[in-house]
């Protein structure tokens, strides 16, 4: 798939299906972190993202990975075949959700508290 590639949705062009679609790509949990560390620190490889994608596993970033890639947002490339070593980036439509994942920063600071550490008082 390639930037210029729509992504096809499943809904018939009602007022909302725009916002509902694109919802639906990003509002899973662990894609708009991986679009913001990409963002944030470039193209990365997979134990690097994975470290920077803190308390993620290895198969659900790897399932995340593939959807993203799928959808012309991430790009796989192999970087060396000895060792074998993959980097991860954004496409250019990718790059396109920076002002989504900033909106969506922005908006936590303002209405959101983080939860108490568990085992300290309330």
């Keep these: 798939m390639s930037d210029d590639d729509p992504i096809e949705i ?6 909302w299906c725009a916002v509902t679609a694109t919802a639906s790509l990003i509002g899973k949990k662990w894609h708009p ?4 560390r990409l963002l ?7 134990n690097a993202l994975k470290d920077a994608v803190d308390g993620v596993s290895s198969k659900v970033l790897s399932d995340s990975l593939e959807d993203l890639e799928e959808r012309g947002i991430v790009t796989r490339s192999v970087v060396s075949e000895k060792p074998f070593r993959v980097e ?35």
Excluded at 33 to 36: E, H, L, R, S
Excluded at 40 to 46: I, T, Y
Excluded at 93 to 122: K, N, Q, T
Aim: aromatic share 8%; net charge negative; proline share 10%.
């Design 10 to 15: 499943w809904c018939a062009g009602e007022e």
């Design 33 to 36: 972190v991986i679009v913001d």
């Design 40 to 46: 944030a620190e470039g193209p990365l490889g997979f």
């Design 88 to 122: 991860y980036a954004l496409t250019e439509r990718g790059e396109e959700l920076a002002p989504v994942i900033e909106a969506m920063r922005e908006w936590g600071r303002d209405h959101l508290v983080p939860a108490p550490d568990e085992g300290s008082p309330a």
